[in-house]
């Protein structure tokens, strides 16, 4: 069946403005850029992707522990280095409300026009701009099952990680002939189901190996290094003499282990018991993985044996196919997720029961944006950019791309007066309020107007 095919829009990019921005990212946006589904007219457009970075990525193309700084982000930008990992997870959240407040995403909010907001740190903060309506999406690694605010059925997208070690050159198909081994593993014991999957080592049909990266050079993986660099290849061996190989959670829930597993045409044995699947909303799992419950490790040997062949060489060819369809580089990403996106689309994207319950938990915790604590931050971000704007040399060939300062300021009047009007009023009434309760909106709304023309020289 084909997917159902929809026009997007890319609001241009402002990445030298916002000084953030990932390789992971970059990617992203040019493959978007070069799609036949993209639109230049937003009227046109359903779906609408940003000109800014808050993805965060920070595993690739370097997988790193610890966290790369720079590795993973551009590092020739205009005016420097675009960012790293730890300043793009401080500053995520202000720069996006900044973004929307300021008029970079003008159909924000508008019934029909979708948004995508990307998540790659592999948790999910709650956010007032991402989670409280149902016109934005958050394509997010991570998602949890059963969590209140884990994952918005029918409005998010189940995001994959990108993977580092992968077969190369790359299978074209899979025989189904049996290898050496069960079954495999190795990796970091970050994790207490990954030291119980160490009783199961005979080291010959079953093979674990629980690594210490901390004081180790296999702490660092470059995706762009060859599968025969001499920290990849064990793994890689491991990977093709095994039949099955096991995929647990790690640090968290993510792990790209299981697309690296794809990769080699091993079928995936899955624990984590609370991930939520990539792209789970059009692929059957089950018809390629093993799943296990964390606290049934120990029987993951009976229950790969009681595979017959068939069924092995099903879910070895399964596999393989959807990683060389949606998981093996940025391309394939993307193609998932405008199936998804059409899926989702097609079945409508009203507000649904997951996105209604969350819109209702945060308008009992705030009664208005314009004072919510990602507003202060946001504000204090504007405050910031002015530090940091950069100095150019005035010329004609530039006079469309510099405002003047006069200009600057009133923009920032513009799009701050509400905020600080808002802000005043509550404050001021709350100050003045005998009962201690908290003001009544619409007497905030009241006293904002009066303010204004005292501060602004509205109309009161």
Aim: aromatic fraction near 10%; charged fraction near 20%; charge should be neutral.
């Amino acid at each position: 069946m084909a997917p159902w095919r929809f026009w997007f829009y890319l609001y241009p990019p402002q990445f030298e403005r916002d000084g953030i921005l990932s390789l992971w990212y970059s990617e992203l946006y040019q493959t978007l850029q070069r799609h036949e589904w993209r639109t230049e007219d937003p009227q046109k457009a359903s779906v609408f992707f940003l000109g800014i970075d808050v993805s965060c990525a920070y595993l690739w193309p370097v997988y790193s522990a610890p966290v790369p700084g720079s590795a993973n982000y551009v590092q020739e930008g205009r005016w420097g280095a675009l960012g790293n990992a730890k300043e793009c997870q401080r500053t995520r959240q202000a720069r996006l409300e900044a973004y929307v407040r300021n008029g970079w995403a003008p159909y924000w909010g508008i019934e029909g026009k979708q948004h995508v907001v990307f998540d790659q740190l592999c948790y999910h903060p709650l956010s007032e701009l991402v989670h409280a309506e149902h016109f934005v999406s958050l394509a997010g690694v991570g998602h949890l099952k059963g969590r209140a605010y884990g994952y918005r059925r029918g409005i998010d997208i189940s995001w994959p990680e990108m993977p580092v070690t992968v077969e190369d050159p790359p299978l074209s198909a899979c025989d189904c002939q049996p290898r050496k081994r069960l079954a495999s593993f190795q990796g970091a014991g970050t994790r207490s189901v990954r030291q119980k999957l160490t009783a199961l080592h005979d080291g010959d049909q079953i093979v674990v190996h629980v690594v210490d990266v901390t004081n180790s050079g296999l702490n660092t993986t470059d995706s762009r290094w060859e599968v025969g660099h001499p920290i990849k290849a064990p793994y890689a061996a491991l990977m093709r003499e095994s039949d099955f190989a096991l995929a647990p959670a790690g640090h968290s829930q993510c792990s790209l282990r299981l697309y690296e597993i794809m990769s080699f045409c091993t079928i995936p044995v899955i624990l984590a018991d609370e991930k939520l699947l990539p792209f789970s909303e059009i692929l059957n799992w089950s018809e390629m993985a093993v799943m296990v419950p964390e606290n049934a490790a120990g029987t993951v040997p009976e229950r790969l044996r009681a595979l017959d062949a068939d069924s092995r060489c099903h879910m070895r060819r399964k596999a393989h196919e959807a990683f060389h369809k949606f998981f093996a580089n940025v391309s394939a990403n993307v193609r998932g997720l405008l199936e998804v996106l059409g899926q989702h689309l097609q079945r409508g994207l009203g507000p649904k029961e997951d996105s209604l319950r969350v819109a209702a938990d945060f308008r009992q915790q705030s009664m208005n944006l314009a004072w919510s604590q990602l507003a202060m931050e946001d504000f204090r971000r504007q405050r910031l950019a002015f530090t940091w704007l950069p100095a150019w040399p005035r010329g004609d060939s530039d006079k469309d791309c510099r405002i003047s300062w006069s200009e600057l300021l009133q923009h920032a009047q513009d799009a701050h007066r509400g905020l600080v009007l808002g802000t005043l009023a509550f404050a001021e009434l709350g100050r003045s309020s005998k009962a201690g309760g908290l003001p009544q909106p619409e007497a905030i709304r009241k006293n904002a107007l009066r303010m204004d023309g005292r501060i602004f020289g509205g109309v009161s």
